[in-house]
């Protein structure tokens, strides 16, 4: 039993429905962020300043007011003056983020590949398993 290649394929078809998982997953939370992204509304803003290490922007809304905030990102990428591109919600622009399109896209491009290779993965392991236990029993 110790040597049973279906303890093997059992952990293929286990890695392949945890890949599968997080597949679904990882799709439910690019498709909820698009719908997100529909309903806010973009401008364009600069980089004024900074507090505690995050850069402090300032967009100018349709109707002529002026908003800042406080971006979540810190680090060198924001020097003073640069433009970046800005999400908020139309209701509370107080809350808006800095569009990091490039991020977005890389995150849900790996977790998609990071899913498929585990799939992939499971799939190999649990066909090598059956394949291997079969060709150990004919003679």
Not at 51 to 67: A, E, K, W, Y
């Amino acid at each position: 039993m110790r040597n049973s290649p279906m303890v093997a394929v059992a952990a293929g078809i286990l890695m392949f429905i945890a890949g599968l998982v997080i597949g679904v997953w990882g799709f439910e939370q690019a498709r909820s962020e698009q719908d997100r992204l529909a309903a806010s509304a973009r401008a364009e803003g600069t980089v004024t300043g900074h507090v505690s290490g995050h850069p402090q922007i300032s967009f100018t809304l349709p109707d002529g007011d002026r908003v800042s905030f406080t971006a979540r990102v810190g680090g060198d990428d924001y020097p003073v003056g640069k433009t970046v591109d800005v999400l908020y919600r139309l209701d509370r622009p107080s809350e808006a983020v800095i569009d990091r399109a490039r991020a977005r896209w890389a995150r849900n491009a790996l977790g998609g590949v990071g899913a498929l290779l585990l799939m992939a993965f499971g799939a190999y392991l649990s066909w090598y398993a059956r394949h291997y236990e079969f060709e150990r029993r004919t003679p």
